[in-house]
């Protein structure tokens, strides 16, 4: 199986910025696109952003130009650098990846526990 273990959420004022990390473990055979996604209250779950595994990028509208996605191949980790956070990011943030592990056969997608942002005006 593969767990994914997210950090850095917290609460933040307008403007400010926050690095919320993702880590996988467990028994990995290889890990392709990861990405972040978040769900605000009686809001569905939305992507954020998402990263392949060759590092190409994609992110929502909502979050061009503030945030950015990278990843770390060799610690198995994805980030999500947020930069002059609005209080509309306010959400649960939702860490993603599709994996196969040493004992299932076929691509999985992993979802972590989630960890909360809140923005203040």
């Known amino acids: 199986q593969v767990q994914l273990v997210e950090s850095g959420g917290g609460f933040v004022q307008a403007g400010g910025s926050l690095r919320l990390s993702c880590a996988a473990s467990g028994s990995i055979f290889s890990i392709g696109d990861m990405g972040w996604y978040r769900q605000a209250p009686g809001q569905q779950r939305d992507l954020v952003a998402g990263?392949?595994?060759?590092?190409?990028?994609n992110y929502a509208d909502s979050v061009k130009g503030r945030f950015t996605i990278s990843r770390d191949n060799a610690k198995n980790t994805v980030y999500l650098q947020m930069n002059s956070l609005k209080p509309e990011d306010t959400a649960v943030y939702y860490c993603?990846?599709?994996?196969?592990?040493?004992?299932?056969?076929?691509?999985?997608?992993?979802w972590g526990q989630g960890t909360q942002v809140t923005v203040s005006s």
């Open positions: 993603n990846a599709r994996a196969r592990s040493t004992i299932i056969t076929y691509a999985y997608t992993y």
């Open positions: 990263i392949t595994s060759g590092g190409s990028t």
